[in-house]
């Protein structure tokens, strides 16, 4: 009765408890996140958490739930009862799932936004072996020599695999994609070793195989450039415009949970990302922070999804 309480006169304060509001159950809140400790989604999801439990006045835990591309993780939160107890940290790979099943687990209609939270960027990089330095290099030693070069990537229908397919579409040339089941990690080294020419990658561990010139960066993989690389150019400065790859990161419920819970775990997360405690740690981790409404994330999320699924047509991909 006392959390229901809290609960109520926070809603009442922030202006989101009108008379038929849905009261929070006693109990923890989980936040269910895809991949393993110290991923970027882990990495949001425990410093948002820090946050609603002050506003929530309850327990917050988050749980590592790994599995088909986070696939697993989304399916369980849908599953979950919709009070808003379960709430699931979804990542980009949500929204690639959908866009080339024609059927199976829709992210936007079986779970319901909250707020888009941050956004990781894609940076690509190559092993200073390759003759390049800058896009433009690589497009023209790509073509001389089709089919030769390798991407390396974290897995199929990863942000990176997309990333490899994009480039190729926008650039006109013909890079292997070499997906490693061991993920990124496993890739990184290889590419370092030469084993390798190219990768896309989320910032933060490339930056310092940058600084020491053990890679080179040609391009981020997002609209603006990135504070982690600040010198590093985005994509459409180097002429391949609407190239979007960044690795993004938001918060939903299952479906059918209450429009107020909803509105004030909403409101939560953006004072969350107001924090400059946590802006600071998520720009360390070269986590850019978003926020927004439900609405506005709803409508990311369905535009996203028609993105994955007209570059997997257009570059012919295939399960």
Known sequence: MRLAFIFLVLAQASGFAPANAAPYQAGPVRLVVGFGPASPADIVARLVARHLEEALGKPVIVENRPGNSSMLAAEAVARAPNDGRTLFVAT?????????????????????PIA???????????????????????????????????????????????????????????????????????????????????MFNVAAPLAPFVASGQLTALAVGQPKRTAILPDVPTMEEAGLTGFDVGVWIGLLAPAGTAPEIIDTLAKASNEALQQPSIREALKAQGIEVLGGTPAEFASFIARDIEKWRSLIEAAGLKE
């Not at 980009?92 to 319901?112: H, Q, Y």
């Not at 290099?137 to 990537?153: E, H, R, S, V, W």
């Open 92 to 112: 980009v790979a949500n929204t690639i799932n959908p866009a080339r099943m024609k059927s199976g687990f829709d992210l936007g209609k079986e779970l319901a």
């Open 116 to 198: 888009l939270l941050g956004v990781v960027p894609n940076v690509l990089v190559a092993n200073p072996s390759l003759p390049v330095k800058t896009v433009g290099d690589l497009i023209a030693l790509a073509k001389q020599q089709t089919g030769q070069l390798t991407f390396g990537t974290s897995g199929l229908w990863t942000a990176s695999h997309m990333a490899v397919a994009m480039f190729n579409m926008k650039a006109g040339t013909d890079i292997v994609a070499v997906p490693y089941q061991g993920g990124a990690s496993q890739a990184v080294t290889d590419l370092l070793a030469g084993r390798i020419n190219l």
